[in-house]
């Protein structure tokens, strides 16, 4: 049945309000895992974690999340319309999916590292999704036993190239690696070539949402965390009043003038207190002025988009599907 059309029955309206329910669900458990789970998941291997990782409070429920859980649940139903009667399995197996995309999202946006143990779940629940599309004859996602091998093999073959291509070109890291085994794991659920459209979708949607944030902006550089935007304004004013500032020359001969009016008051020797200001004088001289950090380093968390993409086409798999076949034909 068509999703729209198995919107409008009893059992698809009732599914819809399970979906509301399980969006927010869903969300809340999200969070309070990513709350709940060890520090050094969030860190690199030779980091240290912060105090705010040790305190166990890294997100608030309040204000993101319900605007999260609205998005959520669309997703859920989209899903749940996508695949509807006689798909119940598939379905009830995406849901831990779309959670693991979700806490993905998150901990790269915010920490900007992916955690390997979300990465595992998504690649088992990936793994679960194929195999009972292929065990129970569904067909949606694989016509093969080896479609989700071959997938998982092209997506972190793709990152990889990326990531070569970006150390020879910008000699420094393109991709992530965490970003490779992230797609590795979303090849194992969509398989080929599906993972292609997929990869496809979330080069689209990062350059999209990367052309927007500059417009919003205003080409401004700003730090971005989930949850909030830290703007360089106060950053700006600092550098202003720095500005403001009597430079080191200025201070410099204003101290000779002071140590001038010392010898002229006590000729002779000058005190070790105004000797000992002369020599800190003429280390500030040599002393080298350390270069600001820049407040926007440039980094793009493209997990994020690898999650949204994946549920992307969960959601809208019909539409997904249709868009690619108008476009194939027009070459046939």
Request: glycine share 8%; with cysteine.
């Amino acid at each position: 049945m068509k999703p729209f059309e198995y919107a409008a029955t009893t059992e698809g309206i009732i599914w819809i309000c399970i979906c509301v329910v399980l969006g927010f669900a869903v969300t809340a458990l999200a969070y309070l895992i990513i709350n709940r789970i060890p520090a050094k998941w969030l860190c690199d291997f030779d980091e240290t974690p912060s105090p705010e990782l040790l305190s166990g409070k890294r997100i608030s429920y309040l204000p993101t999340a319900p605007a999260v859980s609205v998005l959520v649940a669309a997703a859920l139903v989209m899903c749940r319309l996508q695949f509807n009667r006689g798909l119940d399995l598939p379905f009830l197996l995406m849901i831990p999916t779309v959670m693991c995309c979700l806490m993905i999202a998150i901990s790269d946006l915010k920490y900007q590292i992916i955690p390997d143990q979300f990465t595992i779940a998504l690649a088992v629940s990936g793994l679960l999704v194929s195999g009972c599309d292929l065990l129970w004859g569904y067909r949606l996602f694989h016509t093969a036993w080896w479609s989700p091998i071959a997938g998982a093999a092209i997506c972190a073959g793709a990152m990889i190239l990326i990531d070569l291509l970006g150390n020879l070109v910008y000699h420094k890291e393109g991709m992530g690696f965490g970003d490779v085994k992230l797609f590795a794991a979303v090849g194992l659920l969509a398989g080929f070539p599906a993972s292609l459209i997929i990869l496809a979708l979330s080069i689209l949607t990062a350059t999209v949402f990367f052309v927007i944030a500059l417009i919003v902006r205003g080409f401004r550089p700003e730090e971005k965390a989930f949850g909030e935007v830290k703007d360089v304004s106060a950053k700006d004013e600092a550098v202003a009043a720095e500005a403001d500032k009597p430079s080191d020359k200025e201070e410099a001969a204003s101290e000779k003038d002071e140590l001038g009016a010392v010898r002229e008051e006590a000729p002779g020797a000058e005190t070790g207190e105004a000797s000992q200001n002369k020599e800190g004088s003429a280390e500030d001289l040599t002393e080298e002025v350390p270069e600001e950090e820049d407040a926007y380093k440039g980094y793009l968390a493209f997990g994020p988009y690898i999650a949204a993409a994946l549920v992307v086409y969960l959601a809208f798999y019909d539409q997904v599907l249709g868009l690619l076949n108008m476009y194939l034909d027009l070459f046939r």
